[in-house]
């Protein structure tokens, strides 16, 4: 099994830790920002609370109860709980992607379905005046009354809650705008004139001028609930739209597994293993966890965790991921990591905790957010006292004060960043690129150098076989297939990469005969009754045998290189040399230019001697190198870079990257490197290939534009339509189906990231 491929299923994924709560009954990014403060307001407690993912990220002292952060929520009028375990399977019924019903959707469902099935006459008798039969306002009465009262059920309920803690959320303005046209519209036919046999009026868009006991609202009033239920339930829906990549990668791993018991197998759950238990996987069957194989070959398919495309063949010893595919023969694994310490299970915690964190424009919106409710109670105070004050009639006044509270909830202010990051680094997850929080997508958008380590990175990280330079007259194979025979028997690296490299590109080879290793050499045996030497060149001089002057001059040329040559003989003749090194990675030149098309300076780092360094970069199309670097020095680079004005991503995944990654302005893991370096990241990346960097900082890109995008949408949307409506020139009901639709919006534009593809499938 490769480095690469090995190391990508060996290195867990760590987050932080801390306390997580389920919170629920928030209608609007109001109520985070209330229920966030609340809990920052407790002693050593620091929380982050999001609307979107319905989840409080809180930081305690040690030994805290979680049931005093429970009761605080509950005292502000929501409910928090302790989420459910991951592998938790769902004991009721289930929906048709396996997840337990959601309660509130469902409840929000069943309360739209309703007040479409009521409201839609009552909308189509106020603006059709061939509708407005003898009677048809009383019609609107019954028809109306369970809309308001049962339908907005939800929003009445959260604004009188906010009303006995003394504060008010954007259900506050709902309520107040659904309640106040109701209550006008029961005056008005019990008191008033509205009630008369035959009254008939017609709809308009904008507010007229008349006698205020003469006109009914129920239309505005049903019509508001409905189209903001509309937008309740899209919403929620698209959030769960939004967490699907998240959940995906929770589902991708084995549910059951066939245990090793007294030499019988067992089927168990999963969530039943321990370490060290020895399972059975069958070709075609999930991997359950992580572990090493105990027996068996085999080719892993890990596509659908790391994003590598070709199944890795694994033998007895190889570490092998949960949730990846075994797509060969049978193996036998021993456990080396189960439940939450698996690499599947420390990705998906990393996507979350990226999901339940803000960005610096977040954390604005909520400031703002937090305020808004009061100041446009305030505006449409102003707005009624405005036209009374005008001289208008008290149902003009009124119109324009209800479409004021109508139109101006911010529902898209708070939606605007967390959904695109839901869906942004739920998309990365998929592709093998875990953003650990939102500020990193901030840092994206700066960077404008990346310092690439190059062992590991742009680079292999492991020996192979890259050249072999035979003898006139001597046939290539033929060099091969007896160097890589008698090699293949040897446990030395070089050996191994020549072996493999032979392998891969003539077949299977001979079982070589008298094998011996000569000390500090080489080694010799007989393949095929031939004498072999394979070695260094020392070795076939002992037996007379000497390399000619053209392949001599090529093996000085590949060791100034910093190459490693290996020389070969037979039947007492020189034969070739073979030339192993770290190879570059098959894609680090796309990956390179890549990056230079996002604007970034590419600078390759490493510890190796200037040649070899320049060698790695001119083949992969790096302009400036800095070589012989110590490795406790790396963060010392990127410090001095710094220093010169330079924004620094950094890209690793050794032990010595890590003070580096988390110097740098933005810190890149390969994920096939090791935990320490993944801790220091910002960006983990699972696949082993440096064009995830690029999707990373591309997909990081996008995120932040898209929110940005949907920021000026929520905030241009308020600050025009407010006015408009506190100027009469829009009517109530249109004012509600504008506010659900700019949620809409907002969600639906964030989940176009879902449609973002990786360059290497562009």
Sequence with gaps: MSTQAAANTQAPLVADAGIELEIGGMTCASCANRIERKLNKLDGVSATVNYATEKAKVTVPDGYDPALLVAEVEKTGYTAAMPKPKDATPSGPTTDDGEAPDSELTS??????????????????????ALQFTYWQWASLALAAPVIVWAAWPFHKAAWTNLRHGTATMDTLISMGTTAAFLWSLYALFLGTAGTPGMTHPFEFT??????????????????????????????????QAGAALRALLELGAKEVSVLRNGAEVKIPTSDLAVGDEFVVRPGEKIATDGTVASGTSAVDASMLTGESVPVEVVAGDPVTGATVNAGGRLVIRATRVGSDTQLAQMAKLVEDAQTGKAAVQRLADRISGVFVPIVIAISVIALGAWLGAGFPVSAAFTAAVAVLVIACPCALGLATPTALLVGTGRGAQMGVLIKGPEVLESTRKVDTIVLDKTGTVTTGKMTLVEAITEPGVDRAELLRL??????????????AIAKGAVQEIGQLPTPEDFANIEGKGVQGVVDGRGVLVGRESLLADWSQHLSSDVAAAKAAAEDEGKTVVAVGWDGQARGILVVADAVKPTSAEAIQGLKDLGLTPVLLTGDNEAVAKRIAAEVGIEKVIAEVLPKDKVDVVTRLQDAGKVIAMVGDGVNDAPALAQADLGLAMGTGTDVAIEASDITLVRGDLRAAVDAIRLSRRTLGTIKSNLFWAFAYNVAAIPVAALGMLNPMLAGAAMAFSSVFVVGNSLRLRGFRSVAKQ
């Design 108 to 129: 929000l469902k069943h309360r739209l379905i309703g007040a479409i099935v009521l409201t839609v006459p009552v909308i189509a008798m106020a603006m059709v005046p």
């Design 207 to 240: 507010i007229a001028p008349s006698d205020g006991a003469g006109n009914i609202y129920l239309e505005a009033a049903a019509g508001v609930t409905m189209f903001i239920l509309a937008g309740r339930y899209f919403e929620k829906r698209s959030k769960r």
């Design 483 to 496: 160097a890589g025979a008698l090699e293949d028997a040897s446990e030395h690296p070089i050996a191994q």
